[in-house]
């Protein structure tokens, strides 16, 4: 009960069943495209492995491309602080607590859901990731990093899931924006697929999984886990904000320097799953 008050003197209330109907269709939309994506994961030749093999025929043959892919697989700058920055937009861009509560709910749960992704990598019998893929040939570009890629298998993209969930609470939020965010996002993750580290079906279904789990939580009690969070931000703005840029940086960089750490320090072994 002290949470449902907590809510109503922020404004946060139940919405009627009906307004959340187009975001459950949403849930089972997407957790289709998950299903279409794994069966093209299992079955590589039907997809994956001809749009793999058409984006690699370019790969290698100019510096200047593959510079331009590897920026866009390799930098922070491009993916995770460019969409974040975009999340603080829409934060700072309403004062509605409903809607805050949402932006609140859905960048934090894109991570949790980006470490399902990862389990799922590790527990389904899908593919390897495309360098190591013997039935594609690969042919690395010029900026092929010397470290080794991630060796277990590559369905569904951690990467999409994360930014994909994140991608959605923007568009949902800011409808004007679906025309740069999507075509960039696209963008970005096709990158992966030209450095090698992912087939298109690993970016369908990570991408799927993050919209599956941002439109279950639109869902009003997961709404009304932000009223505590909220409140917070209206009595001590300094330490909420300061918490929430510390765990929004950490988000954008899918808290690569905890998870370097973690190969070193006891307490973090957990997080070297990741």
């Known amino acids: 009960m002290k949470q449902f008050q907590g809510e109503q003197s922020l404004g946060i209330s139940n919405q009627p069943a009906i307004t959340l109907a187009p975001y459950m269709a949403g849930v089972v939309a997407s957790v289709g495209f998950f299903c279409l994506a794994l069966f093209l994961a299992l079955e590589p030749s039907l997809m994956d492995r001809p749009l793999a093999e058409a984006i690699n025929a370019v790969a290698g ?28 937009g829409c934060w700072f861009g309403t004062d509605v607590p409903e ?55 590559s369905f569904p993209s951690d990467h999409a899931t994360v930014f994909g969930a994140l991608a959605l609470v923007i568009i949902l939020q800011r409808p004007k924006l679906t025309w740069f965010i999507v075509p960039w996002f696209v963008l970005l993750e096709s990158a992966r697929v030209y450095m090698g580290a992912h087939y298109p079906s690993d970016l369908i279904g990570g991408t799927a999984l993050g ?52 190969g070193g320090v006891t307490l973090l072994k957990l997080l070297k799953f990741w």
């Open 61 to 88: 043959q100019n510096y200047s491309l593959d510079m331009i892919f590897y920026d866009l697989d390799h930098y922070n700058l491009f993916s995770g602080t460019l969409i974040l920055a975009l999340i603080w």
């Open 99 to 153: 809607e805050q509560a949402r932006i609140f709910v859905g960048t934090l749960l894109a991570f949790p859901v980006g470490m399902l992704s990862r389990f799922l990598q590790h527990t389904l019998i899908t593919h390897p990731r495309p360098y190591y893929d013997p039935a594609l040939g690969f042919h690395p570009p010029l900026t092929m990093p010397a470290e080794p890629l991630n060796t277990w298998n």
């Open 211 to 262: 919209a599956a789990a941002i439109f279950a939580s639109r869902a009003p009690w997961f709404t009304a886990l932000a009223a505590e969070p909220l409140r917070w931000s209206r009595s001590s703005p300094a330490l909420f904000y300061g918490a929430a840029f510390f765990v929004t940086y950490q988000v954008s960089t899918l808290f690569s320097e905890v998870r370097f750490m973690a």
